[in-house]
């Protein structure tokens, strides 16, 4: 289990909870539940970089206590 | 200002048009090369044409939030609000079916509901294929019908949030609409008549022995019931058992505890009233066992020593304790009692996490696997 923060910086900052093997879809899922927000209308983004639905968060190399920028669209 | 609603633009749903497509969207949609290009100084007339030049239907796609012609071409409409005629020509052409699609979507965001039931279910028996763009930016066949049915059913198509409808029923009712007939009604009829048909000489057959049979479903319906009471006792009798378990499994740990807590209280007699530093100390003392093991050997003279003032202190505490009014020694029982209790809440705390066990009953909810340690 890791545990990642997210911060849109306008005042939402979550942390969740999420296994290595979870897609980037999932874990939008698990800060949809926590910030009330559509899982469709989030952005992950670290630097220029936009995450993938698909992708699992292991092949992103997103470690424990790593920090993801939270952008919607 | 381009991209400004016209002037003479009637509000809908009590707002500007342009609103309907969320921000975030229509910024989007403003900053596109199609917006800047191609929508740029449209009229109703010169909209036709870029409606038939359509390709395809869609939202957004792309990890760079980009929006398809089709949304662009809303958005346009939206903002230029050609005549009610114009929609309704767009719907009711044959030739152009993405025309027919932007019409039916513009249609669905400003109109009434009496408008939408009566112009989008005709197109219910158009069974075309339209193209249909998704998120990731491939394309996904989609039928006309299919279409107008999530139209007329979801809260959101295109990533656009579609304006609440009244319930057909409700419209039914207020006779505002007729009762829809689907297009199957005529075959379904055909089908009917035969069945019924059918119908009437079976029950011509089973007309005899009705009461038995009623009685029997009444029969097996109490069975069912009582069956399920049974099994609902069942369960809330094991559950029972097992709180009690527990319970009990706390009891015998906090006496433990408690037992450890009294002596440490006796070797310090001034600050055991002080419970909080007690306890503090308490789990000091834990921490720090491994390294007081180690010298334990060298203290072992000196704590011989030590101990036998520790039981002179206790004695002494317990003639104390004799003295005590009885109404001093009950609150204190009170208060051992509620501190018992906080103890073994905290030793079902380091049972299960109680925020990993809320984390696994979200994940299971998401149908995701529970997490792993």
């Known amino acids: 289990m890791i545990e990642i923060t997210c911060n849109d910086r306008l ?14 879809g ?4 698990l800060i949809a539940a ?9 952005v992950l983004k670290k630097w220029y970089t936009i995450y993938k639905d698909h992708i699992k968060l292991e092949d992103y190399e997103i470690h424990d206590g790593m920090n993801l920028e939270l952008y919607y669209q | 200002m381009a991209n400004r609603t016209i002037k003479e633009a009637i509000s809908v749903k009590g707002t500007n048009p342009q609103y309907l497509v969320e921000k975030i969207i229509r910024t989007r949609i403003y900053d596109s090369k199609y917006w800047k290009e191609e929508c740029f100084a449209l009229t109703a007339e010169l909209m036709v044409d870029k409606a038939m030049e359509l390709r ?13 012609p089709f949304l662009s071409l809303t958005l346009k409409m939206l903002q230029i609000q050609p ?15 993405y025309v027919r699609a932007l019409g039916a979507f513009y249609m669905r965001l400003v109109g009434t509901s009496v408008e939408i039931f009566k112009y989008l279910e ?21 039928y006309m019908d299919d279409f107008i049915d999530s139209l007329l059913r979801e809260e959101r198509f295109c990533d656009v949030i579609l304006p609440r409808l009244q319930k057909r029923q409700v419209l039914e009712e207020a006779n505002e609409i007729e009762p829809r007939v689907s297009a199957l009604e005529e075959d379904l009829e055909d089908e009917d008549s035969e069945s019924e048909e059918e119908e009437g000489e079976r029950k011509g057959d089973s007309l005899s022995p009705p009461p038995t049979s009623s009685r029997s479903k009444q029969d097996s319906e109490r069975e069912r019931e009582r069956a399920r009471r049974n099994r609902d006792k069942e369960r809330e009798r094991e559950r029972s058992r097992d709180r009690q378990r527990e319970r009990q499994r706390d009891r015998s740990r906090s006496r433990e ?7 440490n209280r006796s070797r310090e007699r001034n600050r055991s009233r002080d419970r909080d530093r007690s306890r503090e100390r308490d789990r000091s003392r834990d921490r720090n066992r491994s390294r007081r093991q180690r010298s334990r050997s060298i203290e072992q003279g000196n704590r011989d020593h030590r101990r036998d003032q520790d039981r002179d202190r206790r004695d002494r505490k317990d003639r104390e304790r004799e003295r005590e009014p009885e ?17 073994s809440k905290k030793s079902s705390i380091a049972e299960v996490d109680p925020e990993i066990a809320e984390a696994n009953a979200l994940r299971a909810k998401l149908g995701l696997a529970p997490l792993r340690p």
Not at chain 1, 34 to 42: A, L, V
Not at chain 2, 85 to 97: A, G, H, L, Q, S
Not at chain 2, 122 to 133: E, G, S, V
């Open chain 1, 26 to 29: 999932d874990l939008k899922k």
């Open chain 1, 34 to 42: 926590q910030t009330g927000t559509r899982w469709e209308k989030i």
């Open chain 2, 56 to 68: 395809y239907i869609g939202g957004i796609f792309g990890g760079n939030v980009k929006p398809t």
């Open chain 1, 11 to 24: 005042g939402k900052k979550v942390r969740v909870k999420c296994n290595p093997d979870d897609t980037i």
């Open chain 2, 122 to 142: 005709p197109l219910y028996n158009d069974y075309r294929k339209i193209r249909f763009q998704n998120k990731e930016g491939n394309f996904e066949l989609l």
């Open chain 2, 327 to 343: 109404r001093e020694r009950s609150k204190r029982g009170d208060r051992e009692k509620s501190n018992k209790k906080k103890d």
């Open chain 2, 83 to 97: 005549e009610k005629d114009i929609v309704v020509e767009f719907i009711k052409n044959e030739d152009f079916k």
């Open chain 2, 257 to 263: 505890r408690n037992r450890s807590r009294e002596r």
